[in-house]
Nanobody
C-alpha cells in the first residue's frame, strides 16, 4: 500500500525558511513524478512545484519561483521542498503527490497524496 507522509511544516515569520519532506513507502518511486501542492482556507488546491523521475527536471509556479526549491533523494524515496523568503500568502496546508508517468501541474492526474502539513507565515 502506497503511503506519502509529509513533515517539516510549522510557524515561521515572514522572510524565514522551512524545509518540507515527503517520504514515500509501499513501492519504488525513483521513476515517479513527484509534486507539491498547497491549499489555503477557502481556496482550491494549487500547484507549487514538481520534479520528474530519472532526469530530475523541475518546474515551479510563478508565485514561488526563485524562492522555493524542490529536490529528491531516490535512495530514500523522499522529496523535499526548501522554502525561503516566506511570505504570509504562502500560508497553507502543503500536500505532496506522486504519479507513475510524466510530470504535470494538473492535480487530478496524481494518484497518491499525503495528508498534508501546515505552514503558517506570520507578518
Amino acid at each position: 500500500q502506497v503511503q506519502l507522509v509529509e513533515s517539516g511544516g510549522g510557524l515561521v515569520q515572514a522572510g524565514g525558511s522551512l524545509r518540507l519532506s515527503c517520504a514515500a513507502s509501499g513501492g519504488t518511486f525513483s521513476n515517479y513524478a513527484r509534486a507539491w501542492f498547497r491549499q489555503a482556507p477557502g481556496n482550491e488546491r494549487e500547484f507549487v512545484a514538481y520534479i520528474s523521475g530519472t532526469a530530475g527536471n523541475t518546474y515551479y509556479a510563478d508565485s514561488v519561483k526563485g524562492r522555493f526549491t524542490i529536490s529528491r533523494d531516490n535512495a530514500k524515496n523522499t522529496v523535499y521542498l526548501q522554502m525561503n523568503s516566506l511570505k504570509p500568502e504562502d500560508t497553507a496546508v502543503y500536500h505532496c503527490a506522486a504519479r507513475s508517468g510524466y510530470v504535470t501541474t494538473n492535480r487530478n492526474a496524481y494518484n497518491y497524496w499525503g495528508q498534508g502539513t501546515q505552514v503558517t507565515v506570520s507578518s
